[in-house]
């Protein structure tokens, strides 16, 4: 279930400093105290004291960014989503929100659900390689290969150093039942970003497509 889960920590910690020097609260004690926690791993803490911060300003978007990245590192997923939609809702209108929102319902089986949040990532940034892939991965696993292949080519573009692209594009040879160019990808993720966190998927469809 949590194969995912540090490709998406990689992008949530990406912005979780950016997110209190942005907030409304920046320089409060409790803000500080917070985000150290959230640094340090401390969850239970620091979602106690996000709860306190947020009731007292319950549309603080960013607050809640950080606390939907505590609960994920923690394993809660139903949590971290419900914040994560506060975010979304309240701002700041990032295209990370978005894109971080689609791994959680790609990683539901809710594929469709996750291209339109991919759709949002991109409207917001089309420059975003992470959401290009994510959304590819999407496709090719709804048999909309053609599609997905595209935006697979599309992210490895804009950064051909995540092993991650590589994965979707033995993916979508394998499902296409070109399993000699599936190797062949596979073979290019080893030592690319990421790669440590897929090894496992990768050896995987190794064993099924090269012969």
């Not at 997110?19 to 150290?36: H, K, L």
């Not at 991919?118 to 909309?144: C, M, V, W």
């Not at 993720?189 to 995987?204: L, M, P, S």
């Given at each position: 279930?949590?194969?995912?889960?540090?490709?998406l920590?990689?992008?949530?910690?990406?912005?979780?400093?950016?997110?209190?020097?942005?907030?409304?609260?920046?320089?409060?004690?409790?803000?500080?105290e917070?985000?150290?926690l959230?640094?340090?791993?401390?969850?239970?803490?620091?979602c106690?004291?996000?709860?306190k911060?947020?009731?007292?300003?319950?549309?603080?978007?960013?607050?809640?960014?950080?606390?939907?990245?505590?609960?994920?590192?923690?394993?809660?997923?139903?949590?971290?989503?419900?914040?994560?939609?506060?975010?979304?809702?309240?701002?700041?209108?990032?295209?990370?929100?978005?894109?971080?929102?689609?791994?959680?319902?790609?990683?539901?089986?809710?594929?469709?659900?996750?291209?339109?949040?991919?759709?949002?990532?991109?409207?917001?940034?089309?420059?975003?390689?992470?959401?290009?892939?994510?959304?590819?991965?999407?496709?090719?696993?709804?048999?909309?290969?053609?599609?997905?292949?595209?935006?697979?080519?599309?992210?490895?573009?804009?950064?051909d150093?995540?092993?991650?692209?590589?994965?979707?594009?033995?993916?979508?040879?394998?499902?296409?039942?070109?399993?000699?160019?599936?190797?062949?990808?596979?073979?290019?993720?080893?030592?690319?970003?990421f790669?440590?966190?897929?090894?496992?998927?990768?050896?995987?469809?190794?064993?099924?497509?090269?012969?």
């Amino acid at each position: 279930m949590w194969q995912f889960n540090r490709y998406l920590k990689f992008i949530l910690f990406s912005l979780i400093f950016f997110c209190c020097a942005c907030s409304n609260n920046v320089g409060d004690p409790q803000v500080v105290e917070f985000e150290r926690l959230a640094k340090e791993g401390d969850y239970e803490l620091a979602c106690d004291l996000g709860r306190k911060i947020l009731h007292k300003n319950p549309e603080d978007g960013r607050i809640a960014y950080i606390m939907s990245d505590v609960f994920l590192n923690w394993e809660k997923e139903d949590s971290s989503l419900v914040y994560l939609n506060k975010a979304i809702e309240y701002g700041p209108d990032w295209d990370a929100l978005y894109n971080n929102r689609g791994l959680i319902l790609q990683n539901r089986d809710d594929h469709e659900g996750a291209i339109a949040d991919f759709n949002k990532a991109l409207e917001h940034d089309s420059t975003a390689p992470y959401a290009y892939n994510n959304r590819g991965y999407s496709k090719i696993l709804l048999g909309r290969f053609r599609e997905g292949m595209k935006d697979v080519l599309k992210s490895e573009e804009l950064d051909d150093d995540n092993a991650y692209v590589y994965r979707n594009k033995a993916l979508f040879y394998e499902k296409t039942a070109k399993y000699s160019s599936a190797c062949k990808w596979l073979q290019k993720a080893y030592g690319k970003k990421f790669y440590d966190q897929i090894e496992n998927q990768i050896e995987f469809i190794k064993m099924r497509v090269c012969k």
